[in-house]
């Protein structure tokens, strides 16, 4: 039997293609995903580490925190958008078409994203002074875009109440389940253990 193949979906990162398909990676359009070779699953999960600061695993999707970036330079980038921790912040599709802000992307402070340059080579641009908040980032890609940084711009992880509290939520449960689990463990081990006592009544009729 020929094992299932790896799915990965994933949003659009410029850098993840090239990657995923160094490790035979093929995109199906249909089904909008990358499919791998389950013996590279490793690998995939990794690279998906690097590239998201997630693998699929629960608590990724939990340990999320909000990054606050402040541009201190002019920043832009031809034909394409501007990405940062694993997520698009805002894309441009033309000299004239201003600049969509990426999901959970929100504007603080300054003049924010826009558009520019010439018809065949247009870009996304960000003026200095521009304040965003990422929301629902990775930990993990968040504290990899702030060891990454450059000079142009000041990164800081803000913490939120809630975010901490889905946290300890989780690893309570997780402790739950573990204890029920290791108590039943207990409780048959007893049952197998513990001698039957000449008080207790013996079924007559025991089932086959």
């Not at 850098?15 to 249909?30: I, M, S």
């Not at 590239?51 to 925190?65: A, I, K, M, R």
């Not at 247009?122 to 940084?149: F, K, S, Y």
């Not at 300890?168 to 006592?197: D, G, I, Y």
Request: aromatic share 6%; glycine share 8%.
């Amino acid at each position: 039997m020929t094992p299932k193949p790896i799915l990965s979906q994933c949003p659009y990162l410029p850098e993840f293609p090239p990657a995923a398909r160094a490790l035979g990676g093929k995109w199906n359009r249909e089904t909008q995903a990358w499919y791998f070779d389950p013996r590279d699953e490793e690998r995939v999960r990794e690279l998906l580490l690097t590239t998201y600061g997630v693998d699929g695993s629960p608590q990724g999707q939990t340990d999320l925190v909000d990054l606050r970036v402040t541009f201190l330079d002019r920043k832009y980038v031809e034909r394409e958008g501007i990405y940062l921790a694993g997520r698009l912040l805002a894309r441009a599709y033309g000299r004239d078409s201003g600049a969509r802000l990426g999901e959970k992307v929100v504007v603080l402070e300054g003049r924010g994203f826009g558009s520019g340059g010439s018809l065949n080579n247009w870009i996304t641009r960000v003026e200095p002074g521009t304040v965003v908040e990422i929301r629902d980032v990775p930990r993990r890609a968040a504290e990899a875009a702030i060891r990454e940084a450059d000079g142009t711009m000041r990164l800081e992880i803000v913490e939120h109440q809630l975010n901490q509290d889905a946290i300890r939520v989780e690893q309570l449960e997780s402790e739950r389940a573990a204890l029920l689990k290791r108590l039943a463990e207990v409780e048959q081990e007893l049952t197998r253990l513990r001698p039957v006592s000449a008080d207790e009544p013996v079924n007559p009729n025991p089932e086959p």
